[in-house]
T-cell receptor, first 115, second 115 residues
Framework: GENVEQHPSTLSVQEGDSAVIKCTYS??????FPWYKQELGKRPQLIID?????GEKKDQRIAVTLNKTAKHFSLHITETQPEDSAVYFC??????????????FGTGTRLTIIP | DGGITQSPKYLFRKEGQNVTLSCEQN?????MYWYRQDPGQGLRLIYY???????QKGDIAEGYSVSREKKESFPLTVTSAQKNPTAFYLC??????????????FGQGTRLTVV
């Protein structure tokens, strides 16, 4: 089955600097890669996603890159702000055939923005 | 008001008892998921279902059972066979891959404590 590894497990960044979180996956059939943000005591919420036919996607200060050959994808947050402090999860999902849409998550990265 | 609702928010169980966690969605989503969240271990998949009356085991299904009799509902039973049930449980739902938007939405979670 799919295995998603996420690094680092914790990350501290000075406010205004950039943060990068990396994930690797094992199943070459995976073709959908979302990123979720979970603030303390709250439910995870989607912040950005990318499909395998795209190499990069950007939304304001957040960007995701995908390297299908190497089976890794990364989350980039620029100009970090205190409200970016949270736990971030990457995930991978295969959807080639209806009936096989397991969504597998990484172990999470606790991002702390230092004022 | 559309969304996915878990109940109860907090649940206490005596050792040896079965307990059922509720998950209801009115988003018309076909796929539903149960995850367990432990500190430092991310989101681990317990069971998932892509259609009514069908479900598949995830990575940590032992000691758990589910049913999917209605599209809106995906209850999770934590049985006495689960050796370490104290955890935070998250339910999620999403459209199937047939649709372009496959974002998974999470409930607010149920914190189960064995006393």
């Amino acid at each position: 089955g799919e295995n998603v590894e996420q690094h680092p497990s914790t990350l501290s960044v000075q406010e205004g600097d950039s943060a990068v979180i990396k994930c690797t996956y094992s199943d070459s059939a995976s073709n959908y890669f979302p990123w979720y943000k979970q603030e303390l005591g709250k439910r995870p919420q989607l912040i950005i996603d990318i499909r395998s036919n795209v190499g990069e996607k950007k939304d304001q200060r957040i960007a995701v890159t995908l390297n299908k050959t190497a089976k890794h994808f990364s989350l980039h947050i620029t100009e970090t702000q205190p409200e970016d402090s949270a736990v971030y999860f990457c995930a991978a999902r295969r959807g080639i055939n209806f009936g096989n849409e397991k969504l597998t998550f990484g172990t999470g990265t606790r991002l702390t923005i230092i004022p | 008001d559309g969304g996915i609702t878990q109940s109860p928010k907090y649940l206490f169980r005596k050792e040896g008892q079965n307990v059922t966690l509720s998950c209801e969605q009115n988003l018309n989503h076909d796929a539903m998921y149960w995850y367990r969240q432990d500190p430092g271990q991310g989101l681990r998949l317990i069971y998932y279902s892509q259609i009514v009356n069908d479900f598949q085991k995830g990575d940590i299904a032992e000691g758990y059972s589910v049913s999917r009799e209605k599209k809106e509902s995906f209850p999770l039973t934590v049985t006495s066979a689960q050796k370490n049930p104290t955890a935070f449980y998250l339910c999620a739902s999403s459209p199937t891959y047939r649709f372009m938007n496959t974002e998974a939405f999470f409930g607010q979670g149920t914190r189960l404590t064995v006393v």
